[in-house]
C-alpha cells in the first residue's frame, strides 16, 4: 500500500502518494506533465531537480524520473520544463521562461 507524503516546492506543500517523483509532480498537473516534453527514463534530462533529503545536509541534483520521493523532502530548484508544467500551481512570482 502505498502511504502519504507531504513535500514543499517554492513555499508551497504538495500532497501526494509516494512513487516516482515525476509521477507524483502529475497528479497535481495531469493536464500538462504527461504531454510535457519527458521520456520518462532519463536521457531528456529535462526532469532534473534538487532536493533536500530529510537526512542529508546537502542538496542533491536527480531526474524527477528515476528517484522514488520520501516524506519531508524538499525541492529545492526544478527544470524549466517542469516549472512550465507546473505553473498553475506554482506562487506567481515563480520565474518562469519557455
Known sequence: MK???????SGR???SRSGIALEVLSV??????????FCWNQDCQYCR???Q???EDE?????????IVMPGMEIMEMSQELKWCLRAKLPADTPVTT
Open 49 to 51: 531537480v534538487t532536493c
Open 59 to 67: 542538496p542533491h541534483e536527480m531526474l524527477s524520473c528515476k528517484f
Open 28 to 37: 497535481h498537473q495531469p493536464e500538462t506533465i504527461p504531454y510535457g516534453r
Open 3 to 9: 502511504s502519504w507524503w507531504r513535500s514543499r516546492y
Open 53 to 55: 533529503l530529510p537526512d
Open 13 to 15: 506543500s504538495f500532497r
